[in-house]
């Protein structure tokens, strides 16, 4: 005779439709099987063998550890903590947001599910794969930001509406059985809260600032005539450790050109 699945509960079937969507990269197929199971199999029998090499929540273990090279990218949301956002506001803000990064990152021919990610709360963490073109990838990424924020923006009132920081470098990063770490992605986060960047942003009408390490900028982006690297304004970051330049350009209220 034919084995036959038994149907899932309404609430099984909501859980499995949110493992999909918000926990792609999670191996959580041990898991699945077992909401499942066949007619000759008792329920259940599968339903907490997880992967040999799961770690909590199912999450497959690095197996491979050491350092790689990769684009870094940490974004922030600009008054995320703000009183006047109310949690049901922040989480619309996380959910715009998420969308916003996935959206970009496909215009440049990058898959979502290729970057490594984390989630910081009022923002993120991407890495972008190594072999992926840094140039081709700032150039379609940043109009494709602007042209994203301005659309979930126009759907959402005030307090759920988005303007954003980033920072980016580029370096090698370590991983391990925690996460990843590296003094590039150091160096990043301290420019993403870097103060010129702050104010760039709160004096802009628009919704995007942007900053790039000065090696960055120096052997990609003035490389670029898409993003008008003549319109990107020298700063010097002062946070913490670093003391060092860096480049802020307002893709969608631009500087002046520095060439005129």
Not at 92 to 119: F, H, N, P
Request: charged share 25%; net charge neutral; aromatic share 8%.
């Amino acid at each position: 005779m034919r084995e036959t699945a038994e149907l899932p509960s309404v609430k099984t079937q909501m859980a499995t439709e949110y493992i999909f969507r918000h926990l792609g990269n999670c191996d959580f197929a041990w898991w699945i099987k077992g909401l499942f199971p066949r007619k000759s199999e008792s329920p259940g029998k599968h339903r907490f063998r997880r992967h040999p090499r799961a770690g909590l929540f199912g999450r497959a273990k690095e197996t491979k550890r050491g350092p790689r090279h990769h684009l870094i990218l940490v974004v922030d949301v600009e008054g995320f903590g703000e009183r006047r956002r109310t949690r049901p506001d922040q989480e619309a803000v996380r959910a715009g947001l998420y969308k916003i990064m996935e959206t970009a990152i496909a215009a440049s021919g990058t898959a979502w599910g290729a970057c490594y990610q984390e989630d910081r709360g009022d923002g993120m963490l991407v890495l972008v794969p190594g072999e992926v073109d840094k140039a081709a990838f700032v150039e379609a990424v940043l109009p494709k930001l602007v042209t994203q924020l301005r659309v979930h923006n126009d759907q959402h009132p005030e307090t759920q509406q988005i303007r954003l920081r980033i920072a980016l470098h580029a370096g090698e990063v370590g991983y391990d059985a925690y996460g990843v770490t590296s003094s590039s992605l150091t160096k990043t986060f301290r420019l993403c809260d870097a103060s010129p960047l702050k104010d760039a942003l709160a004096a802009s009408p628009g919704v995007l600032a942007v900053i790039a390490s000065d090696g960055l900028f120096d052997e990609v982006v003035r490389h670029i005539p898409g993003v008008a690297p003549a319109t990107w304004r020298p700063v010097k970051v002062e946070v913490k450790e670093i003391d060092e330049p860096a480049w802020i350009t307002l893709p969608d209220h631009p500087y002046l050109d520095r060439s005129e």
